[in-house]
């Protein structure tokens, strides 16, 4: 079994940054592209980012210029830096992996932006 586990959230005022943090853990011996969505309520799920196996990254539009995806293959982790957040970021922001050639999510961390 494979978990992803997310940390990293919580409230931050307009402006402000957060790093998000996913980490693989179980019996896991491949991980590819691997990426953070989001959602909010009454709206369906939407890609945040995306990052290769080789480290090659792809954005959303809405989050060019703001947000990193980074990773770590020797610890199995994903990150996101989300820097001059806007209250339209308010989410539940989930983490996603290709792991041992199937998909799997994170249970989801809150992101709050708001003063």
């Known amino acids: 079994q494979v978990q992803l586990v997310e940390s990293g959230g919580g409230l931050v005022q307009p402006g402000g940054s957060l790093r998000l943090s996913c980490a693989a853990s179980?019996?896991?011996?491949?991980?590819?592209?691997m990426g953070w969505y989001r959602q909010t309520p009454g709206k369906q799920r939407e890609l945040v980012a995306l990052?290769?196996?080789?480290?090659?990254?792809n954005y959303a539009d809405f989050v060019k210029g703001r947000f990193t995806i980074s990773r770590d293959n020797a610890k199995n982790s994903v990150y996101l830096q989300m820097n001059s957040l806007k209250p339209e970021d308010t989410a539940v922001y989930y983490c996603?992996?290709?792991?041992?050639?199937?998909?799997?999510w994170g249970q989801g961390t809150q992101v709050t932006v708001s003063s």
């Open positions: 996603n992996g290709n792991v041992n050639f199937r998909t799997w």
């Open positions: 990052i290769s196996s080789g480290s090659i990254a």
């Open positions: 179980g019996s896991i011996f491949s991980i590819n592209a």
